[in-house]
């Protein structure tokens, strides 16, 4: 999620109080906090007071349950569960992913899982609500920013509120089991691929290329730090529908897939890319909380704590990102990404049943 409080790009300045030569002598772990915590400017202080009180909320909660929802279905199962608690899996999940700037779903749906002990339709329904605003929050900072292509977008988003619903709605005729082991092959995907990308880093490339010097109303094109680009708008949108239906299936928005291929496949600089992908990433869950929504596997006060877990957690997580070498960071998220698919697969590995 975007830095919403615009401190994250400073990781590692100096305080604010004019104590800059203490950044000389500083430790690297100290630096690091420093980093995450930002300067002491309205905006971080205020996340810190709400980053406190959820924290304090979150211990409470844990030790001596004050509120507790029941959710029940015929065919799925019933579950007491501390709606509060969700702002423990928001900020693991957040933060774990903002280092990264993807994956927040792949840590979310096995924390409700595993921890909360949601049968798993149900934690796929509840993250789809969560994910949905918290996306839309972070779409909005890209917009401010002038980084989106709409005119790539909108057909994408069309496509994929099509293919993410028809996913989702296969998703809920689908056994327990099934989605377990799909949902693990994605994680075990994920997970090889950032322990590669940490071992073997991609090259640098210059940005974007122009994909194609046709005009007309099927093109979209523009320039971003000076690097110019043109595609056509419907194969994104096409490729969109395809990713958006089986990630549909398996709960989670599909940027980690479209992001790339925005980039790789149609020359969108990455930061176009990026911002791009918010907005199709928005309608894909979007799509998918409205089905699963109708068919009762969201557990709504749940999830409001989690968008406020994942708020906090995501601004600290990608701050620690900017100071924290890559590499080490795949390399870690790799390793934690497996122990999750294995305990997917059934492996016990004392995190509780999925």
Known sequence: MADTNNTGAAAGAAPANGAADADITCSPFLTGIRAVLGERTPGNMALWALTAVLLLALVKESVAPSWTVAWSHPNWGT??????????????AGFLGGMVGAFISLFSVP???????????????TNSLASAVIGLM?????????????????????????????????????????LKMYFSVLVFGAAFWMLWRGIRPAPAKSGGFVAT?????????????GVPYRTNILFPAFGNFFIAALTGIIGVGGGFLFTPMLHAAFGLPMMV???TGNFVKVANIGSQFIVRGVADTVIYQL????MMGGYC??????????VVD??????LFGILLIFVGLQYMGIKLGLGSA
Do not use: D
């Open 79 to 92: 579950v007491n569960v501390v709606p509060v608690l969700g702002i423990g899996v928001g900020m693991v």
């Open 111 to 125: 924390l409700y899982t595993l921890w909360l002990g949601l049968p798993v339709k149900v934690a796929l329904g």
């Open 138 to 178: 972070a779409a909005m900072v890209h917009l401010s920013k002038k980084t989106p292509n709409m005119k790539v977008a909108f057909p994408m988003m069309a496509t994929g509120f099509l293919g993410a619903g028809a996913g989702a709605y296969l998703s809920l005729g689908m056994t327990p089991e099934q």
């Open 213 to 225: 010097e046709k005009q007309g109303l099927l093109y979209a094109g523009g320039e971003w730090n």
């Open 273 to 275: 890319a990026v911002g």
């Open 303 to 306: 999830a409001v704590f989690a």
């Open 313 to 322: 957690g995501a601004n600290f997580g990608r701050r620690l990102g900017c």
């Open 326 to 331: 890559t590499r080490y960071l795949r390399l």
